[in-house]
């Protein structure tokens, strides 16, 4: 008899929360109301691409070199948040995450580089916009699809009705672009507002 698949989640943390200086306590909080499931979390690159979005208006660059400056400049926020959050398992490369995918015993909560499973060598059959409509929303989405996640959640520092309309979310910026399109298929998706679970709140275990 074949072991049931364990119901996994991804986990995209928004950039802007970065800075906050209670983010990883915010992140603890969040992960202790959530059903425990196999958390895969991906990091955002906040105001460091900002910067290279700057850079971009002012010189006009080639938008595929750019986009793939980006995906290398994600490193470091891993780096940052896995030395905040050294309970987070680290997973730096593939196949580090492969191991960690087919441990059906693990439920923990693991830190993955976006390299470990996006880069402009090795990508999978699903293909992002390799310019400004795909951000860590999309390449989130990638990693959920690529996992079979049944859930995928963005934490940021806005809030959204349950029933949003993700087009509508994708025209007033909230989420990128592509988002739309690459989360077809998986089952649970949804946007929380990290601030809502910042010291002081009263907290709700969730479903």
């Known amino acids: 008899m074949t072991d049931k698949k364990p119901a996994m989640r991804v986990v995209k943390l928004g950039g802007s929360l970065l800075i906050n200086p209670d ?4 992140v603890r909080r969040w992960l202790t109301a959530q059903t425990q499931r196999k958390t895969a979390i991906i990091v955002g690159g906040g105001e460091l691409i900002d910067v290279m979005r700057a850079m971009d208006r002012r010189f006009e660059l080639d938008l595929t070199a750019m986009h793939w400056r980006c995906i290398r400049l994600l490193r470091h926020t891993f780096e940052i948040v896995s030395e905040l959050m050294p309970e987070l398992v680290p997973i730096g490369d593939a196949t580090a995450l492969e191991r960690w995918c087919h441990d059906r015993g693990d439920r923990s909560a693991a830190l993955v580089a976006v390299d470990a499973f996006y880069d402009s060598q090795a990508r999978g059959p699903i293909s992002l916009p390799t310019n400004w409509a795909t951000t860590t929303d999309s390449i989130a989405a990638l990693l959920a699809r690529q996992l079979e996640a049944t859930e995928l959640v963005l934490l940021k520092s806005c809030s959204v009705a349950e029933t949003i309309d993700w087009q509508e979310a994708a025209r007033r910026e909230i989420v990128d672009a592509a ?5 077809e298929g998986i089952p649970d998706v949804r946007l929380v507002n990290l601030k809502d679970h910042l010291p002081g709140t009263t907290l709700q275990q969730e479903d």
């Open 23 to 26: 983010l990883a306590v915010a």
């Open 179 to 183: 988002f739309p399109q690459f989360i």
